[in-house]
């Protein structure tokens, strides 16, 4: 296998030597090379690799900071959220801690009319028991004036028949004032 | 009386098949003066050097002028957007594997200052090797001068990048490994200057080898229908010619990644000598 390789190598070789070996060197074909390869790179490196390099970590660049401040955009987020949150909690404690005042004023409010409103009501009754109190009072005395009246007269109508009139007087009043002692 | 006169018969047919046969190949691989087969350019001699312009010299320029028409299309691309659209997205994806896969792991720190020459290098060889498997196209990368050429820009790239990093007498020291008795010193450093000859001679005659071999196989596959004059063989030989031709469109990629790959590793060695 390896004789054959050679031969065929051998025979490749040998076979162009008319017009020039597989492995001849070729001088101007070597400078040729050179000349367009370092003027490529020339060319290329002023037209093409330091833009697309540049550009390329350019993009580098930009994906990585976007990324970062996508990062920070969302802690950021994260933490209005729970600021939000514990202010809507701060919030709600405060309803109801208000709302709690209110009840109780509520209620202070309400047993004190309550209160008030019975106290009132016992005071009127008494001053009305107290008036009812007087009123009969004058009524009684009154009466009393009248019934005196009454008795006087119908004693004197009595009396004219059977006494004068001022001993009748004098009897009657020493029985009123009698009347009133006792 | 018959026997030998077989013999004869296959015997001048074989010599004759053998000497067509090479000659024929060769010619399809060889240099020529002849530019497509079509025209010649006029000769051009210069300090006792033919510099004419031969059909490689004008393929490594086709090479040349349709990488700088591509490169330049990414560029303009880039000018209107950061992110690229078809082919030069395709050219962006190579770019950024030879930024990414082969220079940045081979050389380590200070990779860019080589970035351009190894981007260069490898569209450089990619599109010559492409452009042999084009109909009337010929390979530049299967003529050993080329190969051998870019394989000293490389083997000069290489000891300039130790140089510039190194200083010069500290790049010869650090070719020597620590930790190597005194007396062996002479021989390692003899060994040392020759394995940086070694490096890109492998690489040209790998190179070379490789576009070389692929394109004789072709021609001796379809060869073999004219030198055995029938057409039976034409399927066989037409199958195996395309699945070497598909062989060769990998071999073609391989090279390209293979050359760069290795100088860059070079590279490397000569740039970061301690390990």
Same mark, same amino acid.
């Given at each position: 296998m390896?004789a054959?390789?050679k031969?065929?190598?051998?025979?490749?070789?040998?076979?162009?030597?008319?017009?020039?070996?597989?492995?001849?060197?070729?001088?101007?074909?070597?400078?040729?090379?050179?000349v367009t390869?370092?003027?490529?790179?020339l060319?290329?490196?002023?037209l093409?690799?330091?833009?697309?390099?540049?550009?390329?970590?350019?993009?580098e660049?930009?994906?990585?900071?976007?990324?970062?401040?996508?990062?920070?955009?969302?802690?950021?987020?994260?933490?209005?959220?729970?600021?939000?949150?514990?202010?809507?909690?701060?919030?709600?404690?405060?309803?109801?801690?208000?709302?709690?005042?209110?009840?109780?004023?509520?209620?202070?409010? =309400?047993?004190?009319?309550? +209160?008030?409103? !019975? &106290?009132?009501?016992k *005071?009127m009754?008494? #001053?009305?028991?107290d /008036?009812?109190?007087r009123?009969?009072?004058?009524?009684?005395?009154?009466?009393?004036?009248?019934v005196?009246?009454i008795?006087?007269q119908?004693?004197? =109508?009595?009396i004219?028949? +059977?006494?004068? !009139? &001022?001993?009748?007087? *004098?009897?009657?009043? #020493?029985?009123?004032? /009698?009347?009133?002692?006792? | 009386?018959?026997?030998?006169?077989?013999?004869?018969?296959?015997?001048?047919?074989?010599?004759?098949?053998?000497?067509?046969?090479?000659?024929?190949?060769?010619?399809?691989?060889l240099?020529?003066?002849?530019?497509?087969?079509?025209?010649?350019?006029?000769?051009?001699?210069?300090?006792?050097?033919d510099?004419?312009?031969?059909?490689?010299?004008?393929?490594?320029?086709?090479?040349?002028?349709?990488?700088?028409?591509?490169?330049?299309r990414?560029?303009?691309?880039?000018?209107?957007?950061?992110?690229?659209?078809?082919?030069?997205?395709?050219?962006?994806?190579?770019?950024?594997?030879?930024?990414?896969?082969?220079?940045?792991?081979?050389?380590?720190?200070?990779?860019?200052?080589?970035?351009?020459?190894?981007?260069?290098?490898?569209?450089?060889?990619?599109t010559?090797?492409?452009l042999g498997?084009?109909?009337?196209?010929?390979?530049?990368?299967?003529n050993?001068?080329?190969?051998?050429?870019?394989?000293?820009?490389?083997?000069?790239?290489?000891?300039?990048?130790?140089?510039?990093?190194n200083g010069?007498?500290?790049?010869?020291?650090?070719?020597?490994?620590?930790?190597?008795?005194?007396?062996l010193?002479?021989?390692?450093?003899?060994?040392?200057?020759?394995?940086?000859?070694?490096?890109?001679?492998?690489l040209?005659?790998r190179?070379?080898?490789?576009?070389?071999?692929?394109?004789?196989?072709?021609?001796?596959?379809?060869?073999?229908?004219?030198i055995?004059?029938?057409?039976?063989?034409?399927?066989?030989?037409?199958?195996?010619?395309?699945?070497?031709?598909l062989?060769?469109?990998?071999?073609?990629?391989?090279?390209?990644?293979i050359?760069t790959?290795?100088?860059?590793l070079?590279?490397?060695?000569?740039?970061?000598q301690?390990?």
């Amino acid at each position: 296998m390896l004789a054959f390789a050679k031969l065929a190598l051998l025979a490749f070789i040998s076979g162009g030597e008319q017009q020039g070996g597989l492995l001849d060197v070729n001088p101007g074909l070597m400078i040729w090379t050179i000349v367009t390869f370092v003027a490529l790179l020339l060319i290329l490196t002023k037209l093409a690799w330091k833009p697309i390099l540049s550009s390329l970590s350019e993009r580098e660049n930009f994906i990585r900071e976007s990324l970062e401040k996508a990062e920070v955009a969302q802690k950021e987020a994260q933490k209005m959220i729970s600021d939000n949150q514990a202010s809507l909690a701060k919030a709600e404690e405060e309803a109801q801690k208000i709302i709690e005042q209110a009840r109780d004023y509520a209620e202070n409010l =309400k047993s004190q009319i309550v +209160n008030e409103s !019975k &106290e009132e009501a016992k *005071k009127m009754i008494e #001053k009305a028991s107290d /008036e009812i109190e007087r009123k009969n009072q004058e009524a009684f005395s009154e009466l009393r004036e009248q019934v005196a009246d009454i008795a006087v007269q119908a004693a004197e =109508k009595i009396i004219l028949e +059977n006494l004068d !009139k &001022e001993k009748q007087r *004098k009897i009657v009043d #020493k029985f009123i004032n /009698e009347l009133s002692k006792n | 009386m018959e026997i030998s006169s077989f013999k004869a018969v296959s015997d001048t047919v074989k010599s004759s098949a053998a000497a067509e046969d090479t000659g024929w190949i060769v010619h399809h691989i060889l240099d020529s003066k002849q530019i497509l087969g079509l025209f010649s350019l006029p000769e051009i001699h210069l300090f006792g050097i033919d510099l004419t312009i031969t059909n490689h010299v004008f393929f490594m320029w086709l090479a040349s002028i349709l990488m700088i028409f591509g490169f330049t299309r990414l560029v303009k691309n880039y000018k209107t957007s950061l992110v690229p659209k078809g082919f030069s997205n395709f050219l962006e994806v190579i770019i950024v594997f030879v930024k990414d896969e082969i220079a940045r792991p081979t050389i380590g720190k200070g990779y860019e200052r080589f970035l351009p020459y190894l981007l260069t290098v490898f569209f450089f060889i990619l599109t010559c090797n492409f452009l042999g498997l084009v109909p009337f196209g010929s390979t530049a990368t299967s003529n050993i001068s080329v190969t051998a050429t870019l394989a000293t820009i490389s083997f000069v790239v290489i000891q300039a990048g130790g140089m510039m990093k190194n200083g010069v007498v500290g790049y010869f020291k650090g070719l020597i490994p620590h930790g190597v008795p005194t007396w062996l010193l002479p021989i390692m450093f003899v060994v040392e200057i020759l394995g940086l000859f070694t490096k890109p001679f492998a690489l040209a005659i790998r190179l070379f080898a490789n576009m070389t071999a692929g394109h004789i196989v072709i021609l001796a596959l379809i060869g073999l229908i004219f030198i055995l004059k029938t057409i039976f063989v034409a399927p066989v030989s037409v199958s195996f010619a395309i699945f070497i031709y598909l062989l060769e469109i990998l071999v073609a990629l391989i090279q390209a990644y293979i050359f760069t790959m290795l100088s860059s590793l070079f590279i490397g060695m000569a740039v970061h000598q301690d390990h």
